[in-house]
């Protein structure tokens, strides 16, 4: 596969990963009452809500990080159908898959445990709803990313054997 074609795919998956991620928080924020906008970014978008201490406690953490739980939850289930999936006779549904399932099980764990070191985000609400520190946070999602990781060098990949 040329480096055009995976470039494609991943970033169809990381669009993929955007509305179910942000969508979840929409329809939160529309359920709470509290959606306020979408603001544009420049690598995607952002549900914006009015202040998020209205709601605060579990609402809060449940808004800040159902979203991550949801695309996580996904790409368990993509992975546990994999043996199913690669059976598929369409390539390029395949190939969009794998890079689906590799975003959905390493793009949250990897930005709550360490990108958010940086740039804050849903690991504020998780936080300040659960009263919860942010290096617990962090730990468990670095152990979440960590057996993801295994995960998708040992199952994912080789159930592909994506020649290249």
Same mark, same amino acid.
Do not use: C
């Given at each position: 596969?040329?480096?055009? +074609?995976?470039?494609?795919? *991943? #970033?169809?998956? @990381?669009? =993929?990963? !955007?509305?179910? %991620?942000?969508?979840? %928080?929409?329809?939160?924020?529309?359920?709470?009452?509290?959606?306020?906008?979408?603001?544009?970014?420049?690598?995607?978008?952002?549900?914006?809500?009015?202040?998020?201490?209205?709601?605060?406690?579990?609402?809060?953490?449940? *808004?800040?990080?159902?979203?991550?739980? /949801? =695309?996580?939850?996904? @790409?368990?289930?993509? #992975?546990?159908? =994999?043996?199913? !999936?690669?059976? !598929? &006779?369409?390539?390029?549904?395949? &190939?969009?898959?794998?890079? /689906?399932?590799?975003?959905? #099980?390493?793009?949250?764990?990897?930005?709550?445990?360490?990108?958010?070191?940086?740039?804050?985000?849903?690991? &504020?609400?998780?936080?300040?709803?659960? &009263?919860?520190?942010?290096?617990?946070? +962090? @730990?468990?999602? *670095?152990?979440? @990313?960590?057996?993801? /990781?295994?995960? /998708?060098?040992?199952?994912?990949?080789?159930?592909?054997?994506?020649?290249?």
């Amino acid at each position: 596969m040329s480096y055009v +074609r995976k470039y494609i795919y *991943f #970033l169809l998956a @990381g669009l =993929t990963y !955007l509305i179910i %991620h942000e969508g979840v %928080h929409l329809i939160q924020a529309l359920i709470y009452g509290i959606y306020k906008g979408i603001r544009i970014l420049p690598l995607g978008i952002e549900i914006e809500i009015i202040q998020p201490l209205t709601i605060g406690g579990f609402k809060l953490a449940a *808004f800040s990080g159902f979203s991550s739980v /949801v =695309t996580l939850f996904i @790409g368990y289930i993509l #992975l546990i159908l =994999t043996p199913k !999936l690669v059976k !598929l &006779n369409n390539q390029p549904i395949k &190939n969009y898959l794998y890079y /689906v399932t590799f975003v959905f #099980l390493l793009l949250d764990p990897i930005y709550i445990s360490l990108l958010s070191l940086f740039v804050g985000g849903d690991i &504020n609400g998780i936080a300040l709803g659960l &009263n919860i520190s942010y290096l617990a946070i +962090r @730990g468990i999602w *670095f152990v979440v @990313g960590s057996i993801n /990781v295994y995960l /998708v060098s040992k199952k994912l990949y080789p159930a592909y054997i994506i020649k290249y």
